[in-house]
C-alpha cells in the first residue's frame, strides 16, 4: 500500500496546519471553499456552483489559542469546532453550511452567527421526516439552496454540470463501496484506521485527486492476495464522525482489527447514489434523506434495527465500540437503539465516550477497551 | 354571580388534569402524551386528551423527587447530559413514590421540534420502549415569510389530523378547532397582560407567581378554564394606584426557572434588588394571529417559538423587555439540560453590556439539583449586588 497516500489523508485529518495549506491551494481552482457540517448537505450542489465542498473535521490541535469554549453539554466535536473557529482556524473558508440537526450544531449556528461571523453561516433547512411531504419539501429547499449559492458566486448552474458533478460523486462512492468491499476478504490490505483516514480524507481533499487515489487503491486491493489475517478481534465501529486517527490506532494496537464501521465519516457517508434520470433535485433531494438512517432523522425504529443488523450480520464482528463524542445526545439514543438490536445477535458492544480534542485515547480508556478484547477472546474460548 | 377565583380555578384545572387522564384510561379515551409546544387544539378537536411529560418532570422536581428518579431511570449510569425532564421521565418506569401516581399509559405520542431536538429522541425512545405510535412534527424555523416552510408545516398539520384519525377513528370537529385556537388567541393576550402587570413599580405579581400560573397556559391552552383562569388573575390584579414608588434594582430572569426551588425561586436571590420577571413565563406567549384560518394561525404560532426563532429575534424581545420592564440588570440562567436555550446567553450579555446593564451567568439545571450548588450561586449572585451597587 503506497504509505505517501495513507500519510497525505492522515496529515489531511489530523493537521488542520497541514490541511489549512492544502486547501488555500485549491482557491486557484474554484470559486472559493464551502465548509459545511453533516451527511444531509448535498456536496454536488455546492461542487456544481464551483465551490470546493469540504467537511468541517474539527480541529484536534492540543496547543493552539482555544480559549472560547461554549457551555456545556454542547458535544465536544462543537466545543473544539468553535473553538478553532474563534481562533480563526476557518477564515480562510467563503462560506459553512449548517443543517437542520442536532441541538449542539444549531447552538453553534447560533454562536457562528454572532460571535465568529466569518466566513458567513447558512442553514439548510432539511426535514427530519422521511415521509412524501418532507421529501417534496426538501426538493424545494435544495432548489433554495443552490439558487442561493448560484447568486453567490455568478456560477453558470445549467442542468449539464450537476449531472457530471453527480457522476463524478456517484463514481466516488462506488470507488468507497469496492474499497469496503476488499478489506472484507483482505483485511490485511490496509488497517482499519487507514481505511477511516483515507475516507475521511475524501471528505476535505480535491475530490479529482480523491478520484485517483481511490483508483489506485481499489486497483492495489484488487491486485493483492488475501493474506494472513493478524491474530485479532474482529470490530466494528459504530457512532457519530470520528476523526481521531490516533485513537483508532490505539484500538488497533490494543489487539483488534476495525473491520467495518457505521459513522457518520464511515460507511454512512457513501451507502447510495444519486439517481441521474429525472429531476435533478428530487434526486438529490431522495439519495440524501433515504441514504444511513441517523438518529437526528426520524424513520421507523423497525426498519432501522432490522437495517442494522443487516448490515453487522455482513463482517459479523466479535464485538462493536461505540465510540461517542462527549456530550453527544443524539449518538446517546443511537446507542440504545443500537445495543438493542444486538441483543438477539449476541454480539457484544462497548461504549466509549470521547472529548475531540483529546488526541490520544486515556489510560482509562485504553483499559476499558482491552478488558473489552480480553472478553470477547474468552467468550471465543 | 360570583365569580370563582384564580386559585379556585388553577386548583380545579391542577386536579382535573390528572383526574381526566387517569379516568380517560379507565373510560377507553384516547390519551396523547404531547411535547410543550404541540398543536394540541387539534387533539383536543379530534378528542384525545392531552398530557405532557414535561409539566409532570416538573411537578416532580418541585416535590423533590428529581434526584432520585434521574438516578432511578439508569440511564446515568452512562451519562448524566441528557434533558433532565427526560431522565425523569425515564426513571417513572422504575420509581414507586411517583406524585399523583404517575401518568396514565398513553396511546399515541406526538413530539415536534420548535424547542429542541430532545424531545424527538426522548419520544422516539418511549415509543420504542412502549411500543406506542408516533407522530414528529418537524417545524425547521419561524415559517413567517417563507411560503414553502408555511406550506410544509400546514401540511404535516393536516397529517396528524390524518394519523390521529387512524389511532381513534375520531373525525376533526371544525367548529371546536376553531373554538379552541380563539381560547388559545385569548389565553395568550391575558397572560401577556398580567405581566405587564409587572411594568409598574411595586410589581403586582411577584416572578414566582407568575411562574405558578404557568400551568394552565401550558397544559390547559385552548381550553375555556384557561381563559377564565387568567381573566381571574388579571381581574385581581389590576393595577396600583400607588405607581412609580423607587425601589430596589428591577431584575430579569433569563431562561429557566429551578424547579427544585419551588417556591423559594426566585425570591431567595432577591436582596437588595427584585426579579421581577422570568422570560421563561413569556416563551408560552405564542402568535395566533395571522389569519382566521385555523391552520394558518396555528402554522405561525408553533413554528415560531422562543427556542425556535433565529438569535437577533430573541436578543431584540429580550431587550424590548429590559426597556419595557425598566430592568436594572440580568440574571442568564445557564440550564445544562437545555442545549438551545444556551445559544443566547453569550451574545444577550454583549448587547446588554453595550448598554450598561450588568449581567451574569448562573449555571445549574431546570430540574435535576445535583447540578445545583447553592454556595457557588449565592456568591454569583452576592458579587453580582457589588456590581449593581457600584453602578
Ligand atoms: S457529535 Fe453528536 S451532538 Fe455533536 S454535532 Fe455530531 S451529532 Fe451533533
Ligand atoms: S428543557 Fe430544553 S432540552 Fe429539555 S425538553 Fe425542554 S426544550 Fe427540550
Known sequence: ?????????????????????????????????????????????????????????????????HLQTLFNPACSFVQDVYAAACSGEFSYLDHIIFPNSCDSLKLLYQMWESEVKEPSAYTLLHPINTDGGSIEYFAAQIKVFAEELHRNSGADFSQEEPANVIDKYNRMRG????????????????AGSDTIALMTAGLIMDRDEYHQILEQVVQEGRKQKPQQDKLSKNIMLIG??????????????SGATIVDDDITNGTR??????????????????????????PTLYTDPETDARLFQEKVAGPNPDGIIFINQKFCEPHVHNYLAKAEALKPMGIPILMLEVEHNRCEANERELLRIESFLEMLAVAEK | MKLESSKTILTKLFTEYYLTGTQAKKEGKPIAFITAFAPVEILRAMGVFCMYPESYAVVCAASKKASEMIHASRMSS?????????????????????????????????????????????????SKKKNIPLFIIDYPAAADDRPALRQYIRRQHESLVEFVQQQTSNPIDDQILSEQIANSKKTCQTWKNIHELNKQSPIRLSANKLINALFPIVAAKGTKSACDYYEALLHENQPSPENESKGATRLLWHGYPMWFLAKKFP???DTDFQIVLDDYTLWWDLDYSSGADPMEAMTKAYSSTYLNWPLNQKLDWVESLVDEYAIGGVICHANRSCRRALADIVPLRKRLSKRNIPSIIVESDMANPDFYSKEQVRLRIESFRETLRAS
Open chain 1, 1 to 65: 500500500m503506497n504509505e505517501q497516500i495513507i500519510e497525505h489523508c492522515r496529515k489531511l485529518v489530523s493537521d488542520s496546519d497541514y490541511r489549512k495549506t492544502y486547501l488555500l491551494g485549491l482557491k486557484d481552482k474554484y470559486r472559493g471553499l464551502t465548509g459545511y457540517f453533516s451527511n444531509y448537505i448535498p456536496e454536488e450542489i455546492i461542487a456544481a456552483a464551483g465551490f470546493h465542498p469540504l467537511r468541517i473535521i474539527g480541529s484536534l490541535n492540543t496547543s493552539g489559542p
Open chain 1, 175 to 190: 470507488l468507497l463501496r469496492q474499497l469496503y468491499d476488499i478489506r472484507k476478504s483482505n483485511k490485511a490490505f490496509l
Open chain 1, 240 to 253: 457519530p464522525l470520528m476523526d481521531n486517527i490516533h485513537f483508532l490506532e490505539q484500538i488497533e494496537e
Open chain 2, 267 to 269: 425570591g431567595c436571590f
Open chain 1, 269 to 294: 457517508y457513501f451507502d447510495r447514489d444519486v439517481q441521474t434520470q429525472g429531476d435533478l433535485y428530487e434526486n438529490l433531494d431522495r439519495r440524501y434523506i433515504l441514504s444511513g438512517p441517523s
Open chain 2, 78 to 126: 452512562f451519562t448524566q447530559d441528557l434533558c433532565s425532564y427526560s431522565l425523569i421521565d425515564f426513571g417513572t418506569e422504575h420509581y414507586e413514590r411517583l406524585p399523583y401516581g404517575g401518568l396514565p399509559d398513553p396511546d399515541m405520542l406526538i413530539a415536534t421540534n420548535n424547542q429542541c431536538g430532545t424531545t424527538l429522541l426522548w419520544f422516539k425512545l418511549l
